[in-house]
């Protein structure tokens, strides 16, 4: 977790003081030792779209489903159909022109560029790897890479305790878009009563993973809540992940807090700009 890296503009001392608070304050959410299994997760709120389109348990294993979807995933090619019914791969170019620019607003939000690469990259794996896609959709992650990614940092400029969104578009050959939102609905179920995420000097101990209304946007969209131990094992973290589809390209938005505060969801402007500003591009 604690996704935000130094930013482009000038808000990248905030942003290094920001991860140095979260740091001190949950000693980066160290220790922990969870399995998938425990407590299962809540239906969510039904009013939208679930975390899991069908409905249903997969047949098969999450490494079973990688590969069925690895082996129909094709080539692709920027502006053509992929296996999905969607629009075609999208190049970095592409990604760039449809994500928000350094300084935008977003009502109380400013956009930012990571200086220090992607955040939740391939430093974050989880244990069991079952629960990847949940902590990361970095390359690696799924049995699909990015053909091409792009990351901003969403958060209010003057608070140095407050809601941060890793918002992160990505574009994929073939269908592997479409499979990496399969392998992440996996991730869900296997991974609902906790699992433990690895970062080069920490563990974060998940205790429960729960499906949560996601929006109405996209070919198909999951939500998620993520319910994270501190180190002293007695205070909880919350943590939201939402991804959306369109096509080829992925939209993820990842909110946490420095605090004990359970922010509710990812704000909801965040997703609705980002989706306005990608839609409106992608379909001139």
């Known amino acids: 977790m604690f996704g935000a890296g130094n930013q482009g503009r000038s808000g990248s001392r905030r942003a290094h003081l920001r991860r140095a608070a979260a740091l001190a304050l949950v000693g980066a959410v160290l220790t ?9 997760a809540t239906d969510g709120d039904k009013g939208g779209k679930d975390a899991r ?17 690895a082996a129909s995933a094709g080539s692709g090619e ?3 159909p992929d296996a999905s019914g969607g629009s075609g791969t999208l190049s970095q170019r592409d ?22 690469g992607e955040p939740q990259g391939e430093d974050y794996t989880a ?24 990351h901003r940092n969403v958060d209010v400029a003057e608070e140095m305790v407050g809601t941060t969104v890793a918002v992160q578009l990505r574009s994929y050959n073939g269908g592997g878009a479409a499979g990496v939102m399969k392998a992440l609905g996996a991730a869900g179920e296997a991974c609902a009563g906790g699992f433990v995420e690895n970062r080069a000097v920490a563990k974060g101990q998940y205790l429960k993973v729960e499906p949560v209304k996601a929006p109405d946007h996209g070919d198909e969209a999951q939500a998620y809540r993520f319910t994270i131990l501190d180190v002293k094992g007695t205070l909880k973290l919350y943590e939201y992940l939402t991804v959306v589809r369109s096509g080829a390209t992925t939209l993820s938005f990842r909110a946490d807090i420095l605090d004990t505060k359970d922010i509710g969801k990812v704000p909801e402007e965040v997703i609705t700009a980002q989706w306005k500003k990608f839609e409106a591009a992608s379909t001139r």
């Open 53 to 69: 389109t069908d409905g249903k348990a997969p047949a098969s294993t999450p490494a079973e489903d990688a590969e069925d979807a």
């Open 95 to 116: 990604l760039t022109a449809l994500a928000f620019t350094d300084g935008e607003k977003i009502g109380k939000y400013t956009a930012g560029e990571f200086s220090l």
């Open 78 to 80: 920027s502006g053509t």
């Open 127 to 150: 244990d069991p790897a079952t629960c990847q896609p949940l902590v990361s959709l970095a390359k690696g992650a799924t049995a699909f890479d990015p053909a091409s990614e792009v």
């Open 32 to 40: 922990g030792a969870a399995a998938c299994g425990g407590d299962g």
